[in-house]
């Protein structure tokens, strides 16, 4: 059996260049991308925020003490006693608005941006 080719005509390759060029333009316009400032741990201790650089972060939550490591512009939860590891396993993150939770030691890490409000995500009547 013979495969037929599939001729893109300009067209074509005129609306893949206009939904690259919208996705780029909706991206950087809606902040994504946008490095952290700031670094908010929430435990039930409380919450503190740290400057976002290079440092080891504990934080004590119902299970024992949850270890957050800050290297080059990015943060992951290094140790944790929770039974599963789950957080441990979610990786590095980097930019404004992502979070790292334990959710068995009540830890919660998220990423804020420097100078401005908390973000609003939605606001309902």
Same mark, same amino acid.
């Given at each position: 059996?013979?495969?037929?080719?599939?001729?893109?005509?300009?067209?074509?390759?005129?609306?893949?260049?206009? @939904?690259?060029?919208?996705?780029?333009?909706?991206?950087? @316009?809606?902040?994504?991308?946008?490095?952290?400032?700031? $670094?908010?741990?929430?435990?039930?201790?409380?919450?503190?925020?740290?400057? &976002?650089?290079?440092?080891?972060?504990?934080?004590?939550?119902?299970?024992?003490?949850?270890?957050?490591?800050?290297?080059?512009?990015?943060?992951?939860?290094?140790?944790?006693?929770?039974?599963?590891?789950?957080?441990?396993?979610?990786?590095? $993150?980097?930019?404004?608005?992502? @979070?790292? $939770?334990?959710?068995?030691?009540?830890? &919660?890490?998220?990423?804020?941006?420097?100078?401005?409000?908390?973000?609003?995500?939605? $606001?309902?009547?």
């Amino acid at each position: 059996m013979r495969r037929e080719r599939v001729k893109l005509r300009a067209g074509d390759i005129l609306v893949l260049v206009l @939904a690259l060029l919208g996705w780029i333009v909706s991206w950087r @316009a809606l902040g994504a991308g946008e490095r952290a400032a700031l $670094i908010q741990v929430r435990s039930p201790q409380g919450e503190r925020t740290y400057p &976002f650089v290079a440092s080891d972060l504990d934080a004590e939550g119902p299970l024992g003490r949850t270890r957050i490591l800050c290297r080059d512009g990015r943060v992951r939860i290094l140790s944790s006693p929770c039974p599963d590891g789950l957080c441990v396993k979610m990786g590095w $993150i980097a930019h404004e608005g992502e @979070a790292l $939770i334990c959710l068995p030691n009540q830890v &919660f890490v998220t990423l804020a941006p420097k100078g401005r409000g908390a973000a609003v995500d939605a $606001i309902s009547r």
